[in-house]
């Protein structure tokens, strides 16, 4: 009886642990616009215009995007269908959207 209730016990911490951590989680509905976060977010700002030298790889963490001050997205560049999670940049003072032009 007192084996089972510590098996219980500890599933109960675990599904609890997992809940919290996938809360604090960034999940992309739009792979593209996922795509265009990972090549080109740096700390403070993400512009598709400056990608990094490699995409971020693991977890996206909300709290992360929530730092970020200024967004620029490339339509051109990125086939973004839905902006739906532009939600998780809660902080963001400036938002662009463009398509610019593949000539100078």
Not at 1 to 12: D, E, L, P
Not at 67 to 92: A, G, L, M, P, W
Request: glycine fraction near 0%; proline fraction near 0%.
């Amino acid at each position: 009886m007192i084996k089972k209730r510590r098996i219980q016990i500890i599933v109960i911490i675990f599904v609890i642990t997992c809940i919290y951590i996938m809360n604090h989680i960034a999940f992309f509905k739009d792979r593209e616009f996922e795509r265009a976060v990972r090549e080109s977010l740096n700390s403070s700002h993400m512009v598709t215009l400056y990608k990094r030298d490699k995409a971020l790889y693991g977890i996206v963490w909300k709290k992360d995007l929530e730092k970020v001050d200024f967004v620029s997205i490339n339509f051109r560049e990125y086939r973004v269908k839905n902006i739906e999670d532009i939600k998780y940049f809660k902080n963001t003072k400036t938002v662009w959207f463009s398509y610019a032009s593949a000539y100078k």
